[in-house]
């Protein structure tokens, strides 16, 4: 699955689509795909992704305690 760094605007592929949807991870495996050559796989914050739309992701991904009420 392709996303967006919000920081960098680059597309980035998700390596570990587990961690990604697991909300107790903050932390996922990606590959950016700038360039010509493939990078190297990196661990970045969750906080730190968006659909290449520019929409957030879903807070069942990022929040375990999502259905609490603070």
Known sequence: ???KETRSGDLVDVI???SL????N???TVQYQSGE???DPVAIDK????FPS???LPECWLNGY???KQ
Request: aromatic letters at 12%; a negative charge; hydrophobic letters at 40%.
């Open 1 to 3: 699955m392709f996303l």
């Open 16 to 18: 570990d689509m587990s």
């Open 21 to 24: 949807t697991n909300p107790f």
């Open 26 to 28: 903050q932390q996922v």
């Open 37 to 39: 050559d493939l990078a």
């Open 47 to 50: 906080q730190q992704l968006a």
């Open 54 to 56: 520019g929409e957030q």
């Open 66 to 68: 999502y259905r609490i």
